[in-house]
């Protein structure tokens, strides 16, 4: 039965817009409030932009010269854990809390869309900040191993959706003010014990096997010896990234509430 109405009398036209449209829509939104939030712009570039430039200036830790070298890649870590873990993590949970997943979940736009778009927005804030960070250490006379950078971005990407599978197990379970304390506290403990500040390499044997297993341990290693020697990084920090979001995302899919 044809409309009486000529076509374009009713504009917009009712129903879903397109997939992508609806992802880059949602991505860009994430993505802005994140960067608009005073707090996540402490945790995701304030933080490791003061620590990059007083590790570097500042013989703090025991490194070689010249120090930036060193520290760019830790930081590098630091800014992958701090934007997918810490701040998806408190996100989230804040989002579950003030019924934000609940009224989404109604609209039109997909379950996955939602995860897809937080991945996606996650990935922007980690390039804006490693090219914010990248600068500052340019400045500081960093000078990374071109031959190393291929590698880096692998383990930057794969760094960033295993930290953001963990930061949806934890944001996605538990309430929103014990995943703003514990969010936190694991941030502060992987950055002081978790291979970040002190490396892998640099610890007793039997602690750092255990260090380089942790996804903060691997991703610290694999970017210096990508960044710093130019060497390729061997199979571990690729197999723990991606066992470590492997088993959080299988978690997270049964644990995750929408309130």
Do not use: C
């Not at 934007?83 to 989404?104: E, N």
């Not at 929103?176 to 970040?196: D, R, S, T, Y």
């Not at 010896?225 to 049964?254: D, E, K, N, Y």
Request: net charge positive; hydrophobic share 55%.
């Amino acid at each position: 039965m044809s409309s009486p109405f000529p076509a374009g009398t009713f504009t917009p036209r009712p129903g879903s817009g397109r997939a992508g449209r609806m992802l880059l829509s949602h991505a860009r939104t994430e993505a802005a409030l994140t960067l608009r939030n005073g707090e996540q712009l402490l945790l995701t570039l304030l933080i490791p932009v003061a620590l990059l430039i007083g590790l570097s200036m500042l013989d703090v830790i025991a490194m070689p010269e010249p120090r930036v070298n060193s520290v760019t890649p830790r930081i590098f870590a630091l800014a992958v854990m701090s934007s997918a873990f810490t701040g998806q993590a408190i996100a989230l949970g804040f989002d579950r809390r003030y019924g934000v997943l609940k009224r989404m979940a109604a609209t039109a736009l997909p379950r996955w869309l939602l995860v897809a778009g937080r991945v996606v927005a996650g990935l922007v804030v980690v390039g804006v900040q490693l090219v914010v960070l990248g600068v500052v250490a340019a400045l500081l006379d960093w000078a990374p191993s071109g031959a190393g950078v291929v590698w880096a971005v692998a383990l930057v990407l794969l760094g960033t959706l295993s930290f953001g599978a963990l930061g949806v197990l934890l944001g996605g379970a538990l309430k929103a003010e014990i995943v703003l304390a514990l969010a936190n506290v694991i941030w502060f403990v992987l950055l002081l014990a978790g291979g970040i500040l002190l490396m892998p390499g640099s610890l007793p044997a039997g602690l750092a096997e255990i260090v380089s297993l942790l996804p903060s341990g691997a991703l610290t290693e694999g970017l210096h010896t990508a960044l710093t020697s130019g060497a390729t990084p061997g199979p571990q920090p690729f197999l723990v990234l991606a066992a470590w979001g492997a088993g959080a995302g299988i978690l997270a899919v049964g644990t995750t509430r929408m309130s």
